[in-house]
C-alpha cells in the first residue's frame, strides 16, 4: 500500500531503525531521523519513568530546529516502542506522555492492546505491532493496527522462525495496511529485496548498533564487526522469549551457547530484565544473522548514506534483469 502521509518524501531510504533495549537512546534515534530513516527507542529505556517526558522534549525540540536550519533535508518521523506485557506496570503511563508528546509512530510489541491503539489514534499517531506469526497478526490487525512488523528468522532480538518470504506473502493475501520485514536486514540490498517481496519499509536493528551513536558496550560494537551469521544462538532462557544472541557474549558469561536450557517462560519478566543473574541486552548481546557485512564502526549519516547506495544500486540491478 502507499506510505502513510507521515513517511511520504521524508525517507531516504524505506527503513525502520528497530527499538534497541539499552542501546536506543535519543542520540541514536535523533542522529537515525536527521539521516532519514525512522528512528525508535522503547519506552522502557528511559528510566525512571519521568524520564521519558524529559526524551520526548528532546527529540521533538531537535528535530524541529533541525528542520528549521535544514529546510532542504529528509528528516524522518521517530517511534517510541511499547512493550504490552504484564510485568510492564509503566504501559499506560508511558502511553500518556506519548499522547502528550504526539509521537508520530507507536511499535507496539508481544500484546496489541486496544487501549494503545485508541490512544495513539486520539492524535493521529500510527501504531505499528511486531508479529512472528500469522495467528498473531490476524489479532493485532482486528483491534485496528495501521502496520505489522513481520519479525523474520534472523532478526535480532525476539525473532520468529518463518521465513520471510513465506509470512509476507501469506499476510499480504489478507492485510492492506503498511508491512514492514525484519530478519537479517544487513544492508541496502537486503532493504530492496525486502520491498521486492511486497514489504513496504524493513525493519533494521542489529545494524545500527555498531554506530557512534548507539549506547552500547564497545566490546559489543567490536564484536559484531568480528562477528558472522554462524555466531547466532536462538534460545529462550535469557528473557523465556525466544531470541538471538552472540555466541561469544554467551561463553564470556560463562555458558555453553551450544548446550543452552529452555526457559520457564511464565517467569518471563521485562521489567527486570529477565529470568536470570546475566541479564539479556546487558551481559548477553542479541543480534541478527546479517551482521557479516559490518566491517567497522561509523557514524549513522555514514551508514546510511551507503545503505542508500546500495539500495538504489540493487533497484537498478534488479530492474535491467527484470
Known amino acids: ?8 518524501n521524508n525517507l531516504r531510504v524505506p527503513v525502520v531503525g528497530s527499538p534497541l533495549f539499552i542501546v536506543s537512546s535519543p542520540e541514536l534515534v535523533i542522529a537515525q531521523c536527521k539521516a532519514g530513516v525512522v528512528g525508535s527507542f522503547p519506552a522502557l529505556n528511559a528510566r525512571p519513568q519521568p524520564v521519558l517526558d524529559e526524551w520526548l522534549t528532546r527529540i521533538n525540540t531537535e528535530l524541529e530546529e533541525y528542520k528549521i536550519t535544514n529546510p532542504d533535508a529528509i528528516i524522518a518521523p521517530y517511534a517510541v516502542n511499547q512493550i504490552c506485557h504484564s510485568s510492564n506496570d509503566r504501559l499506560m503511563e508511558d502511553m500518556e506522555t506519548c499522547v502528550k508528546h504526539k509521537a508520530p509512530i507507536i511499535i507496539t510489541s508481544l500484546r496489541s492492546p486496544v487501549e494503545v491503539v485508541e490512544a495513539a489514534h486520539s492524535y493521529g499517531g500510527l501504531v505499528y505491532h511486531d508479529v512472528i506469526n500469522v495467528r498473531h497478526a490476524k489479532k493485532a490487525a482486528e483491534i485496528g493496527v495501521d502496520g505489522l512488523i513481520l519479525v523474520c528468522a534472523g532478526a535480532g532480538g525476539h525473532a520468529g522462525t518463518l521465513s520471510p518470504f513465506a509470512l509476507v506473502r501469506e499476510v499480504k493475501q489478507w492485510f492492506d495496511g503498511t508491512i514492514l520485514v525484519s530478519g537479517a ?15 513496504d519499509l524493513a525493519y533494521m536493528g542489529t545494524r545500527f548498533i555498531p554506530t557512534k551513536e548507539a549506547n552500547a558496550d564497545s566490546g559489543y560494537k567490536d564484536m559484531l564487526v568480528e562477528a558472522a551469521a554462524d555466531d547466532i544462538v536462538y534460545s529462550s532462557l535469557f528473557t523465556g522469549v525466544h531470541g538471538n544472541y552472540l555466541k561469544p557474549s554467551i561463553a564470556a558469561a560463562g555458558l555453553n551457547p551450544d548446550d543452552l536450557p529452555e526457559a520457564d517462560k511464565s ?44 539500495y538504489q544500486d540493487a533497484v537498478v540491478s534488479l530492474t535491467s534483469r527484470a
Not at 500500500?1 to 511520504?8: F, G, K, N, S, T
Not at 551481559?283 to 551508514?303: A, C, N, P, R, Y
Open 1 to 8: 500500500m502507499p506510505l502513510p502521509a507521515i513517511l511520504q
Open 185 to 199: 536486514v544487513g544492508d541496502g540490498y537486503c532493504v530492496a529485496a525486502a520491498l521486492a517481496m511486497g514489504a
Open 267 to 310: 517467569k518471563m519478566n521485562f521489567g527486570s530484565g529477565g529470568n536470570m543473574k546475566t541479564k539479556a541486552w546487558r551481559d548477553i548481546w542479541g543480534s541478527g544473522q546479517g551482521i557479516g557485512s559490518i566491517e567497522k564502526i561509523e557514524s549513522v549519516e555514514t551508514l546510511v548514506a551507503r545503505l542508500q547506495h546500495e
